[in-house]
Nanobody
Framework: QVQLVESGGGLVQPGGSLRLSCAAS????????MGWYRQAPGKQRELVAT???????NYVDSVKGRFTISRDNAKSTVYLRMNSLKPEDTAVYFC??????????WGQGTQVTVSS
């Protein structure tokens, strides 16, 4: 059973930084693509960033240059470093693991609120 547990969310002022973590269990972590998604109130869940097994990364345009996704296979953990946060980054952030056959697993989400 794959389990994903996010942490690191919270309240931060505009321009501030946070680092989200997602610890995975029940899977051979290094063999899977990982991603971060977010969902703001009243909006659909959207892709924020992904990282492949080979550490290729992809970002939604709105976070390019501000967010960095990384992974530590030894710790079965994926990270999302978020800098220069804006109020529009406020959302629940979800960790995603995608198997080679396209099965998705999700964490429970962690709230990020950017407000002064």
């Amino acid at each position: 059973q794959v389990q994903l547990v996010e942490s690191g969310g919270g309240l931060v002022q505009p321009g501030g930084s946070l680092r989200l973590s997602c610890a995975a269990s029940g899977a051979i972590f290094g063999t899977y693509a990982m991603g971060w998604y977010r969902q703001a109130p009243g909006k659909q869940r959207e892709l924020v960033a992904t990282i492949s097994r080979g550490d290729r990364t992809n970002y939604v345009d709105s976070v390019k240059g501000r967010f960095t996704i990384s992974r530590d296979n030894a710790k079965s953990t994926v990270y999302l470093r978020m800098n220069s946060l804006k109020p529009e980054d406020t959302a629940v952030y979800f960790c995603n693991l995608r198997t080679p056959i396209g099965t998705d697993y999700w964490g429970q989400g962690t709230q990020v609120t950017v407000s002064s």
